[in-house]
């Protein structure tokens, strides 16, 4: 006998499917929203001033929002966005530190159990359902329509007023950077700030402080004496096993190390734990950039040098370069191949990576250390030296340093500022440090209306997005 069909329920009162998250991030960073003070689940209000930019990778959805509260104050902090409030804890938020700055969670759904922090604190968290400017099927047809772009018109539209602003906030980031190298030269030589700034390269964002501990563990003066009492083809092990064995990198069991490594480390080994052990994080890089990896690369170009004047080595190449069109060719003093068949194919001791990569320091890592360190250091390196020659090479080779590959915060900010591609002005390395300067100064804080490039984006902010 067929079973008789159920009858469907009137198309006006069936509920929509719930929003997915790409819909529930397009509607809060246009503000699409009933009305301008929000109420969060535990009853307090809050006002967007800035909804936060979407970096992408790992961590939070959205960084760097702006909320107000009643009385007046401005909360600052991520935001993450969820269609439903348990997925905080389903996604593992909870025991995860890079969400400890989250200001707020915006989900579609509530659940029974409020999300919480890694220290057990309670997330503020907005619900949408019920609190939008228009009904969700008409928002989903709106976002499917919408052509992809940025949200915020960029601040400055003209390129030479563009690259003039980049140029002047590129100037400023390094001779500020500069400054505080010099003051640093008073203290320690200047092996021993290249060694550490180096060192911390090797870092990224993630693990630049446990970079700098370490150049504090292994004292240059201790890494040079150690490597001039062996032979040259020891060194290079020798380099490795000292900075990766005192960082904490090194596995405990013999059979995960090459063989060389390993009666290396042995010979070194003084029984003590790592302080440093723990403090590593490898998730979200690419395994190329696993921090193991690299200061295994910077030991291999530590090992070639330390037995000479290596920091006279660095300022010969420094002057040579300013005499030429482009600086480019400095990047080149840093790149490092592997010199074994371990590296090529290995993240770390217990991580394989599915194809060969020799390079443990490659040309873009290479670039941002000459960026970062080299040219800072040696323009310090002149004003306290009182060598005006030296300074201005520096200077003049940063000026004409081509374009590093960037990060997302540079990424971003070309695209805020001015969109620089590809319209704009050519993007160089002073340029993108200009851009990492007008971020860290004002765009992080949203302080437009002190920012040299935004006035627009000021405007921009006293107006509804979602309403206009």
Known sequence: MRRP??????????????????LLGWIWQRRLLREPW?????GSRLRVVFAGRRWGGAGPDLRGAVLERPDGT??????????REGDWRVHGHDRDPDYAAVALHVVWRPAATAARRLDGSVVPTLVLDGQLAAPLGLLRARHAAAEPGPVLPACVSEPRRLAALLDTAGAERFQERAAALEGDLSCVEVEALLYRELLAAMGYSRNKEPCRRLAE???????????????????AEIAQALLLGRAGLLPAHAQ?????????????????????????????ARPA???TRRIAGLALWLAERLTRDWAADLEQAVRRAASRRTSAELAELFRVCASDAFWPSHADFARPMSGAQPWLIGRGRAMEMVVSVLLPVMYALGDWRRDETLSAAALR???????????????????QVGD?????????????????????????????????????????????????
């Open 217 to 235: 563990l292994v004292p240059l003066a201790e890494l040079r004496c150690v490597l001039a009492e062996r032979p040259p083809a020891q060194r």
């Open 420 to 468: 620089t591609a590809p319209r704009g002005p050519r993007l160089s390395a002073c340029r993108q440090q200009g851009l990492l300067h007008l971020y860290r100064r004002w765009c992080a804080e949203r302080w437009c209306e002190r920012c040299p490039a935004g006035a627009a984006a000021a405007r921009l902010e006293l107006r509804d997005l979602g309403r206009a």
């Open 5 to 22: 069909t159920p009858e469907r329920a009137p198309a006006a009162t069936r509920r929509a499917p719930d929003p997915e998250e790409a």
């Open 397 to 415: 080779c940063y000026r004409r340093f081509p374009a590093t590959p960037g990060n997302r915060i540079t990424r971003a900010m070309a695209e």
């Open 74 to 83: 401005l909360l600052r902090g991520d935001v993450e966005l969820h269609a």
């Open 289 to 291: 950039n696993s921090p």
């Open 256 to 284: 995960a190390l090459p063989e060389g490594l390993w009666r290396a480390w042995q010979a070194l080994d003084d029984g003590r734990p790592s302080p440093l052990r723990g403090s590593w994080r490898r998730d979200g």
């Open 38 to 42: 929000l109420t969060l689940t535990d």
